[in-house]
């Protein structure tokens, strides 16, 4: 499989971001969301893919831009989409399936069928799940850093309380992959890029 480069993914999200607000809040997050997956990985087992997490952490959120409306503004009753949306998009660029699913298969602890059937989703009804450990490492770093206005980091304390309103089974997954992966240490990027820690 071949994997693109750091220099030919910032192309893609050069190519795709509607302007150049979009293109630094959205790149600027996927690069954190890196930062965030090389701390875990430094800790992780042996057998994980790291250039395979870099280019999942570098285009998994890049299906937002096609949420932009003609104003400029995304359309966050659809946000629910990026992840289907950025899937179809790297397909159509020739991306190998192994990288587009984490597009698909990162939006929060991962949804099922049943959830885009019982809460109503404006998606095909499917199981869009991280399999691998890649997909699961790259869904789980980004679950650290919100592209909310203003952008901030997010402990895991707080995600976990975030998640549990999503039900006790999305709630026992994060609390899985922080004992797989472990805490990721935040106050220094949070620094670094002058976001709040919340």
């Known amino acids: 499989m071949s994997i693109p480069s750091t220099e030919d993914i910032r192309a893609l999200h050069e190519r795709h971001a509607p302007s150049p607000e979009a293109l630094e809040l959205v790149l600027t997050h996927c690069e954190i969301v890196w930062k965030i997956a090389e701390q875990v990985l ?13 280019a999942g952490c570098l285009l998994h959120d890049i299906g937002v831009y096609r949420l932009y409306d003609a104003t400029g503004k995304p359309d966050l009753a659809h946000y629910v989409r990026h992840g289907v949306l950025g899937h179809e998009l790297l397909r159509a660029e020739g991306l190998p399936e192994e990288i587009c699913r984490f597009c698909s298969c990162h939006v929060g602890m991962g949804l099922t069928r049943h959830d885009v059937l019982h809460r109503r989703l404006p998606l095909p009804p499917a199981d869009y799940l991280p399999v691998t450990r890649e997909e699961k490492l790259v869904m789980y770093a980004d679950k650290f850093h919100s592209k909310t206005s203003p952008p901030r980091f997010v402990a895991a304390g707080t ?40």
């Open 42 to 54: 430094d800790a992780s087992p042996d057998g994980i893919d790291r250039d395979l997490v870099r």
């Open 159 to 198: 995600y976990a309380a975030q998640a549990r309103r999503w039900g006790d089974d999305k709630a026992e997954t994060f609390t899985g992959l922080r004992k797989t992966f472990g805490d990721p240490e935040l106050t220094g990027l949070a620094a670094a890029y002058g976001h709040a820690l919340t």
